[in-house]
């Protein structure tokens, strides 16, 4: 078995070690003997083919990249489409998650987003940043990570990626991210999946079941590591509970 993952424009979109959501994904197929191929679409590539592809990883990154990513991402939209439609793995982060929306309101700019969900972004004067932590039913564990946008964005009909227990102060929202059909898309910076292993191993188990018809379900690994330091980062930001 071989997953396809697809970094797209690392060369500008890496804030905050994002890079590490990559290094994750591959560790934790290899520890399994699955092996992991990555490809990056860079500023310089040519061209992209998404039928090969099973993960496509967007990072984040600053206003001024993003527009010159979102410029590049406009000419593959379709590609881009279809490969959602295909019922793919796609996880964007922060600028990545933004561009995945219909527009990104930068003060008096409208920046054109790829319209793959129905969300929008609006800028605000005030930089949400800081440590955050979401609780999703899906997994044992809370959701751990950090965040630093200015931006807003407003999810219309779709699950969040997880509710809010510490973070996201200055917009009062209750809710982070979206998690639509094999869409994962968040502001958590961290990297997200090495500080969460349960939502990596998530998005594996997906791509993998929908490339092989055969497969089950990954094997489990030795996460007390991780799950030790998810335990003292909720304790020390949420008071002392048992998780």
Not at 9 to 21: A, C, E, I
Not at 66 to 80: A, R, T
Not at 83 to 89: A, G, L, R, S, W
Not at 209 to 220: G, H, R, V
Request: with cysteine; proline share 2%; aromatic share 10%.
């Amino acid at each position: 078995m071989v997953v396809n993952i697809l970094h797209m424009y690392p060369d500008l979109l890496n804030l905050y070690s994002d890079r590490g959501n990559i290094e994750c994904m591959k560790r934790r197929l290899l520890w399994r003997n699955i092996d992991a191929n990555v490809i990056e679409l860079t500023t310089e590539s040519e061209n992209i083919d998404l039928n090969y592809v099973d993960i496509i990883f967007i990072g984040g990154g600053s206003d001024r990249e993003q527009k010159i990513v979102c410029e590049k991402l406009l000419c593959i939209k379709n590609k881009i489409r279809k490969y959602v439609e295909d019922q793919k793995v796609l996880l964007a982060v922060c600028g990545g998650y933004q561009l995945l929306g219909k527009y990104y309101k930068i003060k008096d700019e409208m920046l054109e987003g790829l319209g793959i969900l129905d969300i929008y972004t609006e800028s605000s004067d005030k930089r949400i940043i800081g440590n955050i932590i979401l609780e999703n039913e899906l997994f044992d564990n809370k959701i751990v990570g950090f965040e630093n946008h200015a931006g807003r964005t407003f999810n219309n009909c779709y699950k969040p990626f997880g509710k809010i227990l510490i973070g996201g102060c200055y917009n009062n929202f209750e809710f982070e991210g979206v998690m639509h059909e094999n869409i994962i898309g968040t502001y958590l910076h961290g990297p997200l999946l090495p500080k969460n292993p349960l939502v990596c191993d998530h998005l594996l188990n997906k791509a993998l079941k929908q490339k092989y018809e055969e497969f089950l379900s990954l094997s489990k690994l030795n996460d007390d590591l991780e799950i030790s330091a998810n335990s003292l980062f909720c304790k020390k930001f949420l008071g002392k509970r048992k998780f």
